[in-house]
């Protein structure tokens, strides 16, 4: 049996000829013929430079690792598609801010490394939104960041915080390529690695691995951005995502205001004002005077629309307070009411987590 399976086998090779094999797709991914060779996308015609520094590629170890990150990021094709789109939606922010305060354009590349220009993105250290500011940090440079708001999670606020960040480092440091090491590893121990290897010049530096690959990454995203098309990635203007057009509008609220009221009031959505306003946290804004951005349009007729419907939302929701009796629960209460746990929770700023305690008192809408 096995003979005659050899047999036929051979017979079917002989008969279909070879070029008819060699002419089928690949099983996986664009023809090869469609993306330019990775050796030569590693040719560079002019030497390269993060905010007019030049990177001295001429040292063999420093070539190594520019090399690696550069075919690394060429490889996640996915991922740098991805990073081009998002830029049509944040860059314009960006570079604006970066231009108005003099500094250089190709510290927008840091956000890109940072987050992938994404505003909930978070890391194990506790870093989150397009720029990773830690809590300590972000706050230090402007930024609220509590239970109701995540102002890291905004493009502009989290800029205005980076861009201020970014000019006490370079103050520090005096040159750019040790203030991205600094952002990401931070002053103080870049200061302590600088004085303990008597060197101040980032290629030179034994870092953190980490912040050893940091600027490499930095300067690869410069370079693809500087010219896709030379490295494979053909995006038209249709292709990136537009900047967000929104009104920015105050609104003063007297008590707690459903998220969902205010996006009546613009005429869109909640999710819209979720998307518009990412540091916001929750479903409900506090008492007190907010800024958010609605959809643009919506600015004009806001105002009035809102009255009207907070107005209806009160009467229809007059609150009540209960004080807790000896044996209650939360499920226990919201039962008797006819009210959801998740809400109760929500009304009175409660954890699932903890005991309610005899004598507390909770606010519950009808």
Known sequence: MLRIFAHVLLLFCLVVPSTALAEEEPLFGPPPATLPELISSLRFDKPLNFCGEEVPLDLPDVRERFEKEFLLALWDRAQVILWLKRAGKYMPYIEEMLKENNLPDDLKYIAVIESALLPHVGSSKGAVGFWQFIRGTGRRYGLKINSERDERRNIFYSTNAAIEYLKALHKIFGSWTL?????????????????????????????????????FKIITAKMIFSDPAKYGFELNDDDLYPPEEFDRIKIKCKNSTPLSVVAEAAGCYLKEIKDLNPELRGYE????????????????????????????????????TYVVKKGDNLNAIAKRFDVSVPALVRWNNLSLNKHIHPGKKLVIYR
Do not use: C
């Open 179 to 215: 203030t991205a090491a600094g952002y990401n590893m931070g002053e103080s121990r870049l200061k302590s690695q600088i004085e303990r290897q008597g060197v101040s010049d980032y290629y030179m530096l034994y870092l953190p691995l980490e912040t050893q690959r940091y600027v």
């Open 285 to 320: 804004l506090s008492r007190g005077t907010h800024e958010i951005a609605v959809p643009k349009g919506s600015e004009a007729q806001f105002q009035k629309r809102y009255e009207k419907l907070i107005s209806e939302w009160v009467a229809k929701n007059r609150k009540k």
